[in-house]
């Protein structure tokens, strides 16, 4: 089962957690986001310049470490508690260095990491069942 290039990543507003699929022990790769003087903004404007331009808060500079990150693997799984992974997802999207990656979202509560790894482990298995 070749599995190295499927990628589980967990994120909420404030970190992402990178966790390769893997029957080995598991790593985990933190990022974390660095809040700018233009992020402490009222949640108003801040969602205004979410939707739109990403390029105008330091969520651009969040989400290029984190996208850099994914250009290493073919297959990722998506989740977490916030929408995040959501406007992630559309910023992953206007970028076309990212269109050839097999992504889903899915919805998950606040997870341990131990959790998360459980979580990456039951959806990739469930992927292989059905290559079968």
Do not use: C
Request: proline share 2%; hydrophobic share 40%.
């Amino acid at each position: 089962m070749k599995n190295t290039n499927q990628l589980g990543l967990w994120m909420d507003d404030t970190v992402a957690y990178l966790v390769q699929f893997t029957t080995k022990p598991f790593t985990i790769q933190t990022i974390v986001r660095e809040f700018h003087t233009e992020d402490k903004k009222s949640n108003l404007i801040k969602k205004i310049l979410l939707l739109s331009s990403y390029k105008k808060t330091g969520l651009n500079i969040h989400y290029n470490k984190i996208g850099k990150e994914l250009l290493k693997y073919e297959k990722i799984i998506l989740f977490g508690p916030s929408e995040a992974k959501l406007y992630f997802f559309d910023f992953l999207n206007k970028d076309e260095r990212f269109l050839n990656l097999k992504i889903e979202v899915k919805d998950a509560d606040k997870m341990s990491v131990n959790e998360q790894h459980e979580f990456i482990k039951e959806y990739f298995g469930k992927l292989d069942i059905l290559k079968l």
